[in-house]
């Protein structure tokens, strides 16, 4: 089917017994990053129909979950146009060849903490994503030294492909509904 309504809102916040576990990706993702890492089970989400998205800002969350997850990119329906786009952004693959996996700030369902992801690249560099499954812009943050990022960073959004100054002990900012916000942080 594809849709947010399959990656995000189908019985949002409920796990089952059974398989699947949970009834979008994202629960799937949050709830099964207890045994993924680096050197350990590499997560993998549903095949992406990028046709069946309503905008931008859907497409880029349905691409960047599963890449901090640490899992590959499953395409089903055959991107054309500007869709393209979304799947040949070298600035994200590169956490796949990386070998980069992500962890929620918490693995919890229910609050905002499973929306906030981070994790290392092998350089030393870490990598942010702030998302928000909600209807609305709504502020997603990340207090840096709760997760042992110290010191300056250059802060970079790596779907603008831009540069956006140095962070010390805080990320912060306003995600558009269904939207993210994937940041690198180097020395």
Known sequence: EGS???????????????WPNSENAFDGFINWSKISGRKKI?????????????????KMSVISLP???????????????DDL????????????K????????ERNLWNTDGEVWYGQMKDG?????????????ATRSIDLTKVGITGT????????????GTVS????????????KIIKLTK
């Open 67 to 81: 890449l901090m997850a640490g899992g590959p990119i499953s395409i089903t329906d055959m991107p054309t146009g």
């Open 169 to 180: 002990d805080k990320i912060e900012a306003v995600i558009p509904a269904h939207g993210c």
């Open 125 to 137: 560099s870490w990598v942010i994503g702030l998302f928000n499954r909600d209807q609305a812009s």
């Open 98 to 105: 990386d070998g980069f996996v992500g962890q929620p700030l």
């Open 153 to 164: 960073w250059s802060a970079r959004d790596l779907w603008k492909h831009a540069d956006e």
């Open 4 to 18: 947010w309504y399959r990656f995000s809102d189908n019985n949002r916040g409920s796990l089952r017994g059974g």
């Open 85 to 96: 786009k979304f799947f040949q952004n070298d600035e994200m693959l590169a956490l796949q």
């Open 42 to 58: 590499r997560l993998d989400g549903d095949f992406i129909r990028i046709g069946s998205y309503a905008d931008d800002n859907e």
